[in-house]
């Protein structure tokens, strides 16, 4: 199964930092572009970040650009998600899954999103 594994989240102060990881289990994440989506209660899936299969293509959202650093390491078939200067309003489940490439995403994915990790911002 295409399903990447999410983790690293957790609860932090208001200008706090965070760092994701997705893991691959069973295939390997270098064959594709990663991309991550968050979900918080009774709002829309929004897209964050997405990252290609080399490594330098890279797309965030408007209220991430700035903040939020996406990258890979191949050799440890891992992306990270770094989150910094957080808010409150990035409370969220946040999801990683695979792209065949960044302009597929966020809709078009390979397999599953992964089960999520929950990010809590909160003073």
């Known amino acids: 199964q295409l399903q990447p594994v999410e983790s690293g989240g957790g609860l932090v102060q208001p200008g706090g930092s965070l760092r994701l990881s997705c893991t691959a289990s069973?295939?390997?994440?270098?064959?594709?572009?990663i991309g991550w989506v968050r979900q918080a209660p009774g709002k829309e899936r929004e897209a964050v970040s997405c990252?290609?299969?080399?490594?330098?293509?890279?797309k965030y959202g408007d209220s991430m650009k700035g903040r939020f650093i996406i990258s890979r390491d191949n050799t440890k078939n891992t992306v990270y998600l770094q989150m910094n200067s957080l808010r409150t309003e990035d409370t969220a489940v946040y999801y990683c899954?695979?792209?065949?490439?960044?302009?597929?995403?966020?809709?078009?994915?390979?397999?599953?999103w992964g089960q999520g990790t929950q990010v809590t911002i909160s003073s």
């Open positions: 069973g295939f390997t994440l270098a064959l594709y572009a």
């Open positions: 899954a695979a792209f065949p490439n960044c302009a597929r995403y966020p809709n078009r994915n390979f397999g599953s």
């Open positions: 990252i290609g299969m080399n490594g330098r293509d890279t």
